[in-house]
């Protein structure tokens, strides 16, 4: 059984930096991909970052792009989202979700399990 747990989030000052912790506690993949997401209050969720098996492609949305890096720690079975230089905008629950396949996955259909999400929240 998966079970993703995520912890990092918070309250910031626009401008200031987080990382984002997501860990596998459970099963593993010989090929998996990782992926963030993040839902505001009255919207969809969306994509953020992914990382493929092998952590050489990644892909972001535009809106975080030079600001948030995705980083995945195969040996500890867990990955990373930086986020720098944060803005209002950002604020929303973050959520890990992992794949079974090479990846990398921007969609929210490749992904089979999730977890329960950390909530950011950046000031003005």
């Known amino acids: 059984q998966v079970q993703l747990v995520e912890s990092g989030g918070g309250l910031v000052q626009a401008g200031a930096s987080l990382r984002l912790l997501c860990v596998n506690s459970?099963?593993?993949?010989?090929?998996?991909?990782w992926g963030w997401f993040r839902q505001a209050p009255g919207k969809e969720r969306e994509f953020v970052a992914t990382?493929?098996?092998?952590?050489?492609?990644?892909s972001y949305r535009d809106s975080v792009k030079g600001r948030f890096t995705i980083v995945r720690d195969n040996a500890k079975n867990a990955v990373y989202l930086n986020m720098n230089n944060l803005i209002p905008e950002d604020t929303a629950v973050y959520y890990c979700?992992?794949?079974?396949?090479?990846?990398?996955?921007?969609?929210?259909?490749?992904?089979?399990?999730w977890g329960q999400g950390t909530q950011v929240t950046v000031s003005s």
């Open positions: 979700a992992l794949g079974v396949g090479t990846g990398p996955f921007v969609q929210e259909r490749s992904y089979d399990y």
């Open positions: 459970g099963r593993t993949f010989s090929r998996s991909t």
């Open positions: 990382v493929n098996t092998g952590g050489t492609r990644t």
